[in-house]
């Protein structure tokens, strides 16, 4: 269950632990709390998470690759 929603997995755990009846009456509204606290943490999925650190990878490559590119140039620029 890595990949539930957080707040099902809350609720969850919380049904396990209170009244049933409280439960019923409070998910809805603790369901919007929820929401609305893991909206402010301003969180990233696991896959927008994936993709960046690829593009960050393939940035880092091109990096050093133009960072070989310029010694190289800036070494035959030296010699007479």
């Known amino acids: 269950m ?3 929603n ?3 997995q809350i609720l969850s755990a ?3 632990a209170l009244p049933q009846d409280f ?3 409070g998910e ?3 369901r919007a709390v929820l929401s609305s606290v893991f ?3 301003d969180l990233v999925t696991r896959d927008e998470m994936d993709v960046q650190a690829a593009v960050l990878g393939r940035t880092r490559a091109k990096l050093t ?3 070989k590119r310029i ?3 800036e070494r035959k620029s030296s010699t007479p």
């Open 6 to 8: 957080p707040i099902d």
């Open 28 to 30: 809805r509204n603790l």
């Open 23 to 25: 439960v019923a009456d």
């Open 71 to 73: 010694a190289e140039l």
């Open 14 to 16: 919380l049904r396990g």
């Open 2 to 4: 890595p990949n539930a």
């Open 39 to 41: 909206e402010r943490l």
């Open 65 to 67: 690759e133009l960072e």
